[in-house]
């Protein structure tokens, strides 16, 4: 999409896990809709062939991985989304409160995915959250945002203070 304003300059690959099911087909198994998404992402088949079972491990959906995707239930989606995304190797990761849904287990898989992708300097994360405790722990920088207002950036602790304040 193009900025309502301004201009944007990036560098590297950006895999932005917004709404769970964009660009996925419900009638391709998950196994098959991680090469089908890939390729729409502009990778090549080695490269996915590569990390397919990274993706698939790390999703653990089991046997329904080689169901079709119509079938999934939102959490399940959620599994094969963020695994796809986080085994990408992308160099800017944007996750946006998919992490709402899905079981508590694979929530904090994620965020351990996260951290582990921020730390090794290898992948910036812009984590959109109202999960106090999660931006904690994985951000370094945060912007508050009100009614799409950016009210202040800094510090985590002094961020989160304010919000809860607010």
């Not at 419900?26 to 990390?51: A, F, K, P």
């Amino acid at each position: 999409l193009l900025p309502t304003e301004g201009a944007v300059d990036r560098r590297g690959r950006v895999l932005a896990l917004i709404e769970l099911k964009t660009g996925f087909n419900e009638q391709l198994t998950g196994r098959e809709n991680i090469s089908y998404v890939g390729q729409m992402l502009g990778l090549s088949q080695d490269y996915l062939e590569q990390r397919t079972d990274d993706i698939i491990e790390f999703a653990d959906l089991g046997q329904y991985i080689d169901q079709p995707a119509r079938a999934y239930s939102s959490g399940m989606f959620a599994r094969l989304s963020f695994s796809m995304y986080a085994f990408l190797e992308p160099d800017i990761l944007m996750v946006d409160e998919v992490l709402a849904v899905g079981d508590a287990a694979f929530k904090r898989k994620c965020v351990d995915r996260i951290e582990e992708l921020v730390k090794r300097d290898r992948c910036a994360t812009i984590y959109v959250s109202h999960g106090m405790q999660t931006v904690a722990r994985l951000a370094d920088r945060v912007a508050w945002i009100h009614d799409g207002e950016i009210r202040d950036v800094g510090e985590p602790v002094e961020m989160i203070n304010q919000y809860l304040r607010e």
